[in-house]
């Protein structure tokens, strides 16, 4: 009975819901229940959801499809989140943005998992499947041993776009003239993805003695100004990025989609903001990229954005290839942040040479002080000098 007891578990608080965990996360404060539609949830999307405060995630799509070893469910679970999956969306038109829900949920069945009970005041609305840490570090663990099928598909989705997105390679994407002066100029690209606040705290010394270009990608535009600092561009769908981000006075690039497409020329017409338009296939990362490359930058620092293979599966997306082709086209050019943080050493700044003038100042009065010699020496230097002021001030005066 301890045993059954221990695992029954009560979570109540405010529901928000949002079918994009990245928009949602701007809204939620410490204490939410988070409903979500996210399928396979990644590791970025787990990080802000804990450190929003979130104490349960209702997620109405399945948090692990099987698909590949995606992290973010294990975060959370690991994190003390309560992770409820949902059989449908319903509970997206039976509830209201602030209702007061409890998550209940009891012991597993035999060899299965808990059940978890969606209330509203007493209310039974839901049922939903509890995902604890076992099952999904098992799981996960399984994945991890098919991960060589994910390979294979990732390795056939890039020669696909390798076929199809030609200029991603050849370099034969059309620009227009930029306002932005890349030319020779080290060029941050800051992506909403892993650690992308940690690395812009550790590029702190880079940008503060380089001062490189800032160019957001969507969501990063908040990002660089939550660091207190201000993109020169914004490139990409323009979803990601607050109205105040936009009217930032950085230069806004709208990414178009090779059969027309451009979501973000709408919302800037609305607001009035002027924008260049850039027809390109890929991600908008990667027309961010390319524009850096194309016109002249001298380094590109790619922060927040996937580097290695493991976060490219982590993303689980379509898209990943085309920016691993990005990759290949824009070369040597471009780091990552970690790798710049690590590598860069900061100039001095003017406090400790100031500290350093200061202490050499007062040893030398301390030695002319205790030596005999050079305190007549000094005397005798501080006479002239009185004199030499009387003379001047006389001569001022006649």
Known sequence: MTAQAAVVRDVSGPVRPGRKTKLLVKHLVRGD?????????????????????????????????????????????????????LPDDALFDDLSDGDPLTVRTGTPAAGGSAIGEVLRRGELLAHGEVLDLRRISAETELRRREIGEALERFAHNTIEHMR????????????????????????LVVVRGVEHQRDLRALRPFIRDMRPLLIAVDGGAEAVLEAGMTPDMIVGDMDSAGEAALRCGAELVVHSYPDGRAPGRHRLEELGLPFKLVPAPGTSQDVAMLIAAEKGA????????QFNLVEFLDRNRKGMSSTFLTRLRIGEILVDAKGVSRLYRPRPGLTPLLAV?????????????????????????????????????????G
């Not at 002080?369 to 007549?376: E, F, V």
Request: with cysteine; hydrophobic share 50%; charged share 20%.
């Open 164 to 187: 199809e997105e030609r200029e991603l390679l050849s370099g034969r994407i059309q620009l227009p003239r930029f306002a932005t002066d890349f030319r020779d100029r080290s060029t």
């Open 33 to 85: 229940i988070a409903l979500v539609d996210h399928l396979d949830i990644d590791r970025v999307s787990a990080e802000e959801l804990i450190a929003a405060g979130a104490v349960a995630v209702l997620n109405c799509s399945r948090s692990s499809s099987g698909t590949y070893p995606n992290l973010g469910p294990q975060l959370l679970v690991e994190a003390g989140i309560l992770l409820l999956d």
């Open 357 to 397: 003038i200061g202490a050499g100042v007062i040893a030398m009065v301390a030695v002319i002080g205790m030596t005999p010699a050079l305190r007549d020496v000094a005397e005798l230097l501080w006479l002239k000098i009185q004199l030499l002021a009387e003379v001047r001030a006389v001569a001022s005066g």
């Open 298 to 305: 001298r380094l590109i620092v790619s922060v927040g954005s």
